[in-house]
């Protein structure tokens, strides 16, 4: 039995290094791997590229990942949201890197990864500068742009529960941005609500398979979203 229970939330990110491509989970304030960006915080692993829907905000989660200045380059969609600070000051000051993308061309793009595919063609973008130095093409009459595949060296996702062997179960919308980060990214780390017993899952109910997962840890202290 192949069991990926970590022991904690600092043995679950040890191994990220310098450099690294780190995927991370949520949307708003639901399915954030909150625990796990501070364990990330507290490694203290630098120069990294932050793969997220947004920059964070106030002093939480990937706001501190850019506060203590571990951040060399954000790729996310929304990087200035209500609240959020840090971002704007380091962009003001040249001090970090921006790759802005259109949401739903984020999720195709690290869906694609996750694929195993070499990227796919959108009509977002087509005929202004986000199309710049990219490959175009008209299909059936339309124009698209070919957006390359999104991969990770690490991806830390947020679910409701799991068990031993990386099976995993979301919460309404805390099933976000998270599977498809599980399935781009060379490691996988989640954080859960809860660990069950391997075989209590539902089959039919199991978003991620373990088979994209490589560690899971449990939340020290349940907190107020549980997805």
């Keep these: 039995m192949i069991n990926k229970i970590c022991e904690s939330l600092r043995a679950a990110v040890a191994d990220i290094e310098d450099g690294s491509v ?18 990330l ?12 829907n947004n920059a964070g905000t106030a002093e939480e989660g990937i706001a501190s990942l850019l506060r203590d200045g571990l951040v060399r380059k954000m790729v ?20 970090i890197e921006l790759e802005l993308v259109p949401q739903g061309t984020l999720a195709e793009r690290i869906r694609a990864a996750g694929a195993g595919l070499g990227g796919v063609y959108t009509p977002t ?24 595949a999104m991969p990770a060296d ?7 529960r799991g068990d031993a062997w990386g099976n995993l179960i979301y919460n309404t919308a805390g099933r976000n941005f998270n599977p498809i980060m599980a399935t781009a990214a060379r490691i996988t780390i ?38």
């Design 22 to 39: 780190v995927m991370i989970g949520g949307f708003g304030n639901s399915g954030i791997p909150m625990q796990l960006i501070e364990a």
């Design 41 to 52: 915080r507290l490694h203290g692993a630098r120069e990294l590229t932050i793969v997220s």
């Design 76 to 95: 996310c969609s929304f990087p200035r949201s209500s609240g959020s600070i840090w971002f704007e000051r380091l962009y003001e000051e040249g001090k």
């Design 125 to 148: 973008g087509y005929g202004t500068r986000l199309a710049d130095g990219k490959e175009t093409k008209v299909i059936n009459g339309k124009g698209y742009v070919l957006e390359t």
């Design 154 to 160: 690490v991806a830390l996702i947020k679910a409701h």
């Design 190 to 227: 989640a954080e859960v609500n809860a660990v069950v017993e391997v075989g209590e899952l539902d089959p039919e109910h199991v978003v991620t398979p373990g088979i994209f997962v490589d560690r899971v840890v449990v939340q020290k202290v349940q907190q107020h979203d549980t997805a």
